[in-house]
């Protein structure tokens, strides 16, 4: 077939297929643009959505365990405490004996000796019992037992005084008496205190 169209019919013929075919590749260009902005903010959206529930769950975590070691350790610590007190009551109570009766053997005036010692339910309190030649001298133990200088006892009462010669198990001290004292507060005879009275 022989083309008898003008040169420059021809010409524009070409560039019109040209410029249809250059529109064709800057539409699908355009499209494949449009299509990956869509993808990539999708994308985007998708990995910041992630993000944002991943550091809420990460959060809420957090505050979870805090609250969990918050109460377990504030248990732990209450326990603590609770053994603490236990041990200070238990220890406040311990009376060192050994080192009361000889302080307590020194402060007792001639002619008297300690028979007994019992542990009052008043707390702190102590009922001694004594024997002495007389009456003045089963006085004279209670005077010795209260005086702060031994540093023993805060008070200490005569609840009773008995004297009698032919009842009485020791002939040389036939007065019984019996006192009811109670601890001076800073005294180096209870466990507690131990590091205050060296």
Not at 50 to 73: A, F, R, W
Not at 139 to 149: G, Y
Not at 161 to 176: F, G, R, V
Request: proline letters at 4%; glycine letters at 4%.
């Amino acid at each position: 077939m022989i083309n008898l169209l003008p040169p420059e019919l021809k010409k524009s013929y070409r560039y019109s297929a040209s410029n249809i075919i250059l529109v064709r590749w800057v539409i699908a260009a355009l499209i494949s643009v449009v299509g990956l902005g869509v993808i990539g903010t999708y994308g985007w959206l998708s990995i910041h959505q992630n993000i944002v529930d991943y550091g809420s769950q990460i959060n809420s975590t957090e505050s979870t365990l805090k609250k969990d070691k918050q109460k377990e350790t504030y248990a732990q610590v209450q326990d603590i405490t609770n053994n603490f007190r236990l041990v200070v009551q238990v220890l406040s109570k311990e009376v060192l004996f050994s080192k009361l009766l000889s302080q307590m053997g020194t402060a007792m005036p001639s002619g008297s000796y300690l028979t007994d010692l019992t542990i009052s339910k008043t707390q702190g309190a102590l009922d001694i019992s004594a024997q002495t030649t007389d009456q003045q001298t089963a006085t004279q133990v209670q005077v010795n037992l209260s005086d702060p200088k031994n540093q023993i006892f805060a008070k200490a009462d005569i609840v009773n005084i008995t004297c009698a010669a032919k009842n009485a198990k020791d002939p040389t001290h036939p007065c019984l008496v019996n006192i009811r004292a109670l601890f001076a507060q800073n005294n180096p005879f209870l466990f507690i205190n131990q590091k205050a009275g060296q």
